[in-house]
């Protein structure tokens, strides 16, 4: 449904951001003296997680800043589940950070915090009444990407054309599962112009700043939960990922993302403003959250409660638990850097740092050599033409609707082809592509096998976050979405001015922009993949990983 053609799609955006600075009550609004001294926007350079806004607030109490700071969603769940906390405390708790992370980095879309506290009273009376928790994610605040479909709620997923259109009738199959295993949903967060960037910013809802410097990216697509869980304004969200839309933000923030194999978590009933059927690649969701533990936690809920009761497309696969033992001595690949997207040198000493760590600790670390014919280049070059397997252009229509621009960080990419060299995908070069990426599947097969790996171990990103407006393609998470590999991002350093002090030749769509000092103290990571349904695996050696990596 197109906006009014009388409004501007200026009009349309105002009108938007003015009804959701609305939803935020009057006290939950932080204070104009402990902003005075402290400039916010996006070229302000503030780090928001480290000036502690949330605390100086006054606006969270004693008891719901230690909910919010001291706990990860597994403990939440567990002491919920006891009656140690409330639903209705440890909601409210979560709600006025979420607002008060809204403020600071523009990281939320819908908001319904009346109808989450609601559901968090109804949640405690049930608990006191059966002495029982209604499921394993009782009273537990889960945030969730823009994209997933709540009844009563609008999903504009950042198109102006789609901002009048009304509340939904119906629930994504995964809010349906989350509901029944008796979490509180409250918030929903903010995505790219047509999920086509790692850059959060569309024209409806604006740009999501990252908390750690609000002058650097989020990351994207599920840039809004990446900022709103650095601020602890969620511990566990659900994002998606077909081209590291959880892993991208997760290493800007400085947070976990877990992109799990397809069809482990339901997609069903989600709204994805294309096209569907025609990509052989598949999106997948997945949790964005604080601690490994989380994530691990997350994945075991939802696959025990039988996602393909709820989805058809969801796969009977059942939880594997795989013991993280302390001790266990893994034979870890090391991706090897492709030279067509060079690592930044804070992504490079991280890398090398978590290597040497590692072999210190007894693992077997194994160098996997580039392979000029399965490149990171060659699989990133396969993603893009899978992105235009739409005949319909839908993304490019849904903006012409809205009568709006292409936003900075999207044209930049030319994702959508409106330079005019679009080349519309035919059945014969669709087969083609599957048959090239079955090929490069295989080639992989026989990599691990051949070297008895249990997991690669490699970068996120060729960069940190980057300035705004600043992102180059993403192949080293987008690689993983082609072979269909579990895939985890966890922090691990920092960048330094002073030991990253030169910057690389920057070359568009190739580089992330450098700026050391700009990016100074931004979070490095690493990322731990693992084979096709070997999710369990993935998430246990990520454990053993980054104890020793914090030893």
Known sequence: MSPNISKSWKDVAAKKQVECAAAIPSAWIIPPAVLKDIPLGPDSGNNVVALDIPRKSGILSDSELVITEKYNATELAAKLAAGELSSEEVTLAFSKRAAIAQQLVNCLTE?????????????????????????????????????????????????????????????????????????????????PQAFMSADTHNNLFGRTLNPNNLSLGAGGSTGGEGALIALRGSVLGVGTDLGGSIRMPSLACGIIGFKPSTGRIPYARKCAGVLGGFSTVLPCAGPNCTDLVDAEFFMKTVIDANPYDYDSTAHEVPWRTVKHETGKKLIIGVQSEDPLFPLQAPVRRALSSAVAKLKEAGHTLIDIPYNPDNTIATANGMMLKYYQADPDRTQLKNLEEGGEPIVP????????????????????????????????????????????????????????????????????????????????????????????????????????????????????????????????????????IQEVLRG
């Open 409 to 544: 960080s999207v044209l930049n990419m030319n994702c959508l082809g409106t330079s005019g060299d679009w080349t519309e995908l035919s059945l014969a070069g669709l087969a083609a592509m599957n048959r090239q990426r079955s090929e490069m599947i295989e080639a992989w097969r026989k990599v691990w096998v051949d070297k008895k790996l249990d997991v690669l171990l490699g970068p996120g990103c060729q960069s940190t976050a980057v300035k705004h407006d600043a992102y180059s393609y993403i192949p080293y998470t987008t690689q993983w979405n082609l072979m269909d590999f579990p895939a985890v991002v966890f922090p691990y350093m920092k960048s330094s001015k002073e030991l990253d002090p030169e910057p690389q030749t920057f070359t568009p769509l190739i580089d992330s922009a450098d700026d050391p000092v700009l990016q100074d103290g931004a979070p490095c990571s690493v990322q731990i993949t693992a084979r096709r349904f070997q999710d369990e695996k993935c998430l246990a050696a990520a454990h053993i």
């Open 111 to 191: 908001t319904f915090f009346d109808r989450a506290l609601e559901r968090a009273k109804f949640l405690d009376a049930y608990l006191k009444e059966h002495k029982k928790p209604i499921g394993p994610l009782h009273g537990l605040p889960i945030s969730l990407k823009e994209s997933f479909n709540l009844e009563g709620i609008k999903t504009t997923i950042g198109y102006i054309s789609y901002a009048e259109n009304p509340p939904l009738t119906y629930n994504s199959a995964l809010v349906d599962m989350l509901l029944d295993l008796g979490a509180v949903l409250y918030v929903k967060t903010n995505i």
